[in-house]
DNA sequence: CGATAGATTGAGAGTTTTCAACCGATGTGG
DNA sequence: CCACATCGGTTGAAAACTCTCAATCTATCG
């Protein structure tokens, strides 16, 4: 939670060797941007906007598997990893995007080896962050993981009103699930809803309620 | 599953280009190679022997992050990334390594730019592992995760006797319940147990089975 | 051969989901 | 501007799932 995992410096970056190599791209909420399976055709700078990294199990079930907002990039995985795509990327929001080839990029990165060394550095905070999540779904009971998603979503990406589905789908829970947490927390004081809009008062309450919560389940 | 992630040709152009900066060291089993929390030092690549990456949530539950094996290496993440340790490592049986200072790796990948792109192309491989065992965590009923781990960590590391504590940790499972699925299995008739050993005679069975509980399981 | 760690099984408890009904906010077309 | 359709949210009760706890068993090793 420290700091943001960036991307503002690889663009400007890229914008002052390649600046015509950049395309503007609009993406109307609920479109996608690119879809699972499919093979990579470059990278994503966000201007403004939100994008979702979405996978649907077979069961039916969506996973919202990463979050990126303004001046993040996404669609580096499967590029570096030469993969198809492994989750599809979908715009919370109305979106512009930046967005550069594959061929251009790699000879951008062949003569700027500090580009890749910074997609590298992302790669490896989310793969952390990925993990600690994995932890998570295994050691933590559905309310605290919907608590700290709440912190988490609402810190990182405050102008968006998350909705109890994206909630769920970012910590695995169902949404009558994410809403009868929050009926609790309402309860003990600990959230305020107005109308479908969540505001955390203090954020360190939550963070205290959720420790003072794993004291509880220990050994 | 198609391929494994790398790590030899990283190794094999190390040893070619500075030989004198390799250091041989050996752990036993259950031996703690390093810490969560501490500062990365080096880089880690397993000659002989098999790592976990594992980490212990407040509340005592042990998570199997990740498993590396032969010819595998380790470490790169938070060096990459310049954070401390995320998780601890630990050999899960008495293990071989080669380690090489950040130092020296970081001249190195200075002069020879293929090297970064190599460990971020594993980085990004397994991103896409943890991301999809995230998206398992809240789709699959434990069984089917059980069965996914057993086909995975037998194929990839056949040699290692994987206990049931192990396996459920790797996939977020009490030891009783993948005791209990494996007997589930047994009775099938698509696996047999040997003593505490696990024989899939017909990896292609177990599969089938997990598809036909997915079409079960959906809307 | 005994000690110990790992494995198995059953019964009961706890957690989360499912299903269903209902409520309330938001936005649109007449 | 209102009526109404729609989407998201809430709540309860029951079902399903997985874990916990406890007892027992059995490999494996010194």
Redesign the interface.
């Known amino acids: 939670m420290n700091h943001f995992d960036f991307g503002k410096e690889l663009f400007d970056r890229i914008q002052e060797l390649a600046p015509q190599s950049l395309k503007l791209r609009t993406y109307q909420k609920d479109e996608t941007i690119y879809h699972v399976g499919h093979e990579p055709e470059g990278l994503y700078f966000i201007k403004s906007g939100l994008v979702g990294l979405v996978?649907i199990?077979?069961?039916?079930?969506e996973?919202l598997?990463?979050v990126f907002g303004h001046e993040h990039f996404f669609g580096?995985?499967?590029l570096?990893?030469?993969?198809p795509y492994?989750?599809t990327s979908i715009a919370l929001k109305k979106t512009n995007i930046l967005f550069i080839n594959k061929e251009d990029l790699k000879n951008l990165c062949?003569d700027n080896?500090e580009l890749?060394?910074y997609?590298?550095?992302v790669?490896?905070?989310?793969?952390?962050r990925?993990?600690?999540?994995?932890?998570?779904?295994?050691?933590?009971k559905v309310a605290d993981r919907i608590i700290e998603s709440l912190i988490f979503l609402k810190t990182r990406y405050p102008h968006h009103k998350w909705t109890r589905r994206e909630i769920g789908e970012f910590c695995?829970?169902k949404t009558e699930t994410v809403s009868r947490t929050l009926s609790s927390l309402e309860q003990q004081g600990l959230i305020k809803r107005e109308g479908r809009s969540i505001m955390i008062p203090e954020p360190q309450l939550l963070l205290d309620f959720i420790h003072k919560e794993?004291e509880r389940?220990?050994?």
Chains 1, 2 share one sequence.
Not at 130 to 140: A, F, H
């Open positions: 996978d199990a077979k069961n039916g079930d996973s598997l990463r580096h995985r499967s570096i990893s030469e993969e492994h989750a062949q080896s890749l060394l997609i590298a550095k790669l490896a905070k989310e793969l952390r990925s993990e600690i999540r994995l932890k998570d779904m295994s050691s933590k695995g829970a794993e389940h220990k050994i």
